[in-house]
């Protein structure tokens, strides 16, 4: 693995008890470096989470980054106020944006970090085209719309496509997969490429969330040295 790539776990707060949010959030803070924060239309997908107040409420809570996933299909109309809830990046997907180019350059404009998702049934080739103007792919290895779900093992072929393609072009766009991550999932992801981890219900869903983040990030060094 090239030096300059990071291996981050991003605690999704799907799983939180959002009554108790940020002392969740407090919890994790000195050993991550991003929240992931799911945004769910009722649309694009088949459930309802969180939107903007809760982001603007982290924002007062926290200095790490809010790694927004937005799951919705009208993304483009409240990037400005995403950014000004205090998101650092947003994540749309591919399936609502088959050409991403003016939603991530109004992103850009914004001052928002961009990256581009794709769900399961969709193939690599079809961000390809986009990867150099994003900063962040999310394979996701789950139907996105609910935390605790089975991963998907074919997430891990379009990881592996991800990497080859960021490696040979010469880019640091970070590889995030999203959805059943946990101790038994961590390192096979990693050997895929990936190096942001979403992890929800293996996080907050635990009795322990520090625990079990040093866990994975144990589980993802031991990786590393091998
Ligand atoms: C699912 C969301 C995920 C979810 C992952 O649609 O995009 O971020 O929180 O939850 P776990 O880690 O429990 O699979
Ligand atoms: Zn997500």
Redesign the pocket.
């Known amino acids: 693995m090239l030096p300059f790539v990071r291996n981050l776990i991003a605690p999704?707060?799907?799983?939180a008890d959002l009554a108790r949010l940020g002392e969740e959030v407090d919890l994790v803070t000195p050993y991550v470096d991003l929240i992931?924060v799911?945004v769910?239309d009722g649309h694009f997908?088949p459930?309802l989470s969180l939107g903007i107040p809760v982001i603007a409420s982290l924002r007062k809570t926290t200095d790490l980054k809010l790694d927004c996933?937005l799951?919705m299909q009208n993304a483009d109309r409240y990037l400005p106020e995403f950014r000004e809830a205090g998101a650092d990046s947003v994540t749309v997907h591919i399936e609502v944006y088959p050409d991403p180019r003016p939603v991530a350059q109004a992103a850009r404009d914004v001052g928002l970090e961009v990256g581009i998702?794709f769900n399961p049934p969709t193939e690599f080739s079809e961000v390809e085209p986009f990867v150099e103007l994003c900063d962040m792919l999310l394979v996701?290895?789950?139907?996105?719309?609910?935390?605790?779900?089975a991963?998907i093992d074919d997430s891990l072929r379009k990881v592996e496509e991800a990497r080859n393609f960021v490696e040979s072009h010469d880019l640091l766009t970070d590889i995030e997969i999203?959805?059943?991550?946990?101790p038994a999932t961590i390192g096979k992801a990693k050997d895929a490429g990936a190096n942001v981890f979403?992890?929800?219900?293996?996080?907050f869903?635990q009795e322990d969330p520090v625990a079990a983040v040093l866990e994975l990030q144990r589980l993802i060094e031991s990786r590393e040295s091998r």
């Not at 999704?12 to 799983?15: F, Q």
């Not at 999203?178 to 946990?182: C, E, K, L, R, S």
């Not at 979403?198 to 996080?203: E, M, R």
């Open positions: 999704s707060i799907l799983a992931h799911d769910m997908v459930n996933h799951m998702a996701m290895s789950v139907h996105p719309g609910f935390g605790g779900q991963f999203d959805g059943g991550i946990g979403v992890a929800g219900s293996s996080v869903g």
